[in-house]
DNA sequence: AGGACAAAAAATGAATGCAAAATGACTGAC
DNA sequence: GTCAGTCATTTTGCATTCATTTTTTGTCCT
């Protein structure tokens, strides 16, 4: 058996109806962001060798553009290409994670840190309004309806620093580890958990007082403390593959 | 013929003489590398049309890996590909760049509040050295020597952050603002200099002490201020380098 | 039977070819 | 003299083709 890639029938076909209507002008744009949500999302195990020939045939295309898309995934650090011997998922060691997990840390903290040079008293109530949603999921023990929240939490503030360029880099950086934040999240402690909230309502705290370099520290160590959970919980339950460069 | 290229005998031959002993096994790989630079160095004016086939001459290539190094670049916000239309250089208005500025901010402030978790003595005592010859620079009115140096010392406490992704997406960045950021040295005002220098100072205290907020706040206080002398000086000299051809 | 070597098969990297789109120039009308 | 429309040229996007490199398979020898 050759074909590493789960072939689920047809994965991403063609013109396969896409949910979203989000529409590349390119191919290789198309393509570009199949794939990354292809990767992003999974389907393809961690290390495994992607044949170009499959997914030319998966997609539909040639492998002119899809070339094209693996390159600039590459660039991203989604994917690795081994001269010669084609792409494979990028395997994160425990210290990438560590890294990744650092430097959103630093990103979300800039975003504290500016977010509070401009934020509207609107946009503070809406993260407010999202606190006390949250703190019914917590009352509740809703860990999937905690989670949700806390991620537009985090969102809010990332979109109040008003930095596209800040932005963008977040979104890249969490699509590298976005199967494994996955995981991570409900890697949280029940202890942990009580004092996540403790940390947010810090954040909101900090935030209504427009202090940032003091919600830059509180998101900084909020997100290391997540970052301490989130690799204890995948050294505990190394999933398939264990973490070997 | 409208050529926006600077057609200089040259520039980047097939095999030319790499000054640099680096090299890639692939060619998509090594024009990636020279496109980069090439473009980074400033050669080609901003906003300027990229015809593929000028760049195939210039490199001695065929079409296919010069377009798969030129989707890379794309990617890293080096140049923008339009459709249909081709490439040509990001140009970046001065929102880009407040936004880059604050984000690169972000990033040493971050490295800074890493580098106290882990930095040695010997360490220090390094950025120590690199202080006091800035300084004998700052007292000669050296403007050139003390640049150099400061850009060391940046580069330094990124070093001690040990986080390899932090420094990439940190080069990719400072790649992006290199040809703005290097006039943006020579806009230091007099009086702007002595406080940076005081910075500096403060800098060093907070990084002896090992005290990560602080220093977080410092740098990126003192990146704050760069900006704002940058992009006032970008605004008051808008066209054309201060070096001109 | 097991391992080493060699040839076949397949996959990758790069070049070329072809259709569609865009750019530019020329012509003609007002 | 200016502007609009049409056509030729250039350029881009993608598919196909060619040349290496890698991987697999098959055979032979110990």
Chains 1, 2 share one sequence.
Not at 50 to 76: D, Q
Not at 91 to 108: H, N, W, Y
Request: aromatic content about 6%.
């Amino acid at each position: 058996m050759k074909s590493t890639i789960p072939d689920s029938g047809v994965p991403i076909g063609p013109a396969a109806g896409n949910g979203s209507d989000r529409q590349e002008a390119s191919l290789h744009g198309e393509i570009l962001l199949r794939l990354r949500d292809y990767v992003v999302e999974g389907n393809i195990p961690e290390g495994a060798r992607v044949p170009e020939r499959k997914l030319c045939e998966m997609l539909g295309i040639s492998r002119t553009p899809l070339r094209e898309a693996l390159k600039v995934l590459a660039a991203e650090g989604l994917i690795e290409l081994l001269p010669n011997r084609g792409a494979r998922v990028r395997q994160l060691s425990q210290r990438d994670l560590e890294e990744l997990f650092d430097l959103m840390a630093g990103l979300e903290s800039l975003a504290g840190r500016l977010a509070c040079e401009t934020i509207t008293d609107d946009e503070i109530a809406d993260i407010e309004r999202l606190h006390y949603e949250m703190y019914g999921h917590y009352l509740h023990r809703d860990m999937h309806g905690y989670f949700q929240i806390n991620q537009r939490i985090h969102e809010s503030i990332v979109n109040a620093a008003r930095n596209e360029t800040l932005k963008t880099a977040y979104a890249n950086f969490a699509g590298r580890i976005r199967r494994v934040r996955y995981s991570a999240n409900f890697a949280r402690k029940r202890q942990r958990w009580g004092e996540a909230m403790r940390e947010h309502e810090a954040i909101l705290d900090a935030l209504r007082r427009r202090s940032g370099s003091e919600l830059s520290d509180i998101l900084f160590q909020h997100l290391r403390n997540k970052r301490t959970a989130a690799i204890e919980h995948l050294t505990e339950a190394p999933e398939g593959a264990p973490t070997s460069p």
